[in-house]
């Protein structure tokens, strides 16, 4: 088990709906990710969230909604998708590099993903 | 602008006898790290090992050992004595002084009895 905790692992939506992907860790990490995967790629970066903060937003279309309620969670919502948007979704946390003016050392400890398909 | 090559999309290792999965990057970075992590099928990302640019000996943790080779920009992964359960995709990775986590295209490792 993994702990950072994303769920649901799968999920299946229609273009239309309204969805929310979850994810939560409880070991103090101040910083969070949100990644997207298409099969056989490496995790594509989409948000980054420093101490509750959104830090980086790699010009993600508007349909994919970040938000961090507090330093443990971290939500994605989705709508109005489309099929390409069908994809593993994973999350990870990692210690906070803020202050230190050097590269990060600490790694992202990942979940296990959601597994998103778009009807 | 970074950026991590793999070479290798896939590699066949028998069971026990070691494997070197290879690793190349670029970066105008003076400071970085550079992460393996694998990824069975089942999808989550497990980190393996980190090296930094300014590690002066090569990383080891358990069975993984990383050849660290900086005027090459290498830094490629070594696992000794294979074992079924390390069939998976297994990823390089860089960070900068950003947060963005690099990866590259990820290496296949099929391990057979």
């Known amino acids: 088990d993994t702990e950072v905790t994303q769920t649901p692992k799968h999920l299946v939506m229609g273009m239309t709906n309204k969805k929310s992907l979850k994810c939560e860790q409880h070991?103090?990490?101040?910083?969070m990710y949100w990644y997207k995967q298409k099969a056989k790629k490496p995790p594509e970066l989409m948000f980054v969230y420093s101490y509750e903060k959104l830090s980086i937003n790699e010009s993600v279309p508007s349909r994919f909604s970040p938000e961090c309620p507090n330093s443990s969670l971290l939500n994605l919502h989705l709508h109005a998708l489309q099929p390409e948007d069908s994809a593993l979704y994973l999350c990870a946390s990692s210690q906070d590099r803020r202050g230190t003016g050097r590269h990060s050392n600490q790694p992202q400890h990942f979940g296990d993903g959601t597994r998103l398909s778009i009807l | 602008a970074q950026k991590i090559t793999q070479t290798q999309p896939g590699m066949f290792v028998q069971e026990k006898e070691a494997v070197t999965l290879d690793c190349t990057y670029d970066?105008?970075?003076?400071?970085?790290?550079l992460f393996w992590y694998k990824q069975p099928s089942s999808g989550e990302m497990i980190f393996l090992i980190y090296?930094?640019?300014?590690?002066?000996q090569n990383a080891t943790e358990g069975r993984y050992s990383l050849n660290f080779q900086k005027a090459r920009k290498s830094a490629n992964l070594v696992i000794s004595a294979s074992q079924l359960g390390d069939s998976a995709m297994y990823f390089c990775?860089?960070?900068?002084?950003?947060?963005?986590?690099?990866f590259g295209t990820g290496t296949r490792l099929q391990v057979f009895p």
């Open positions: 970066t105008s970075d003076p400071s970085y790290g």
């Open positions: 090296q930094g640019s300014y590690d002066q």
């Open positions: 990775a860089m960070v900068g002084n950003t947060d963005k986590l690099i």
């Open positions: 070991m103090g990490h101040r910083a």
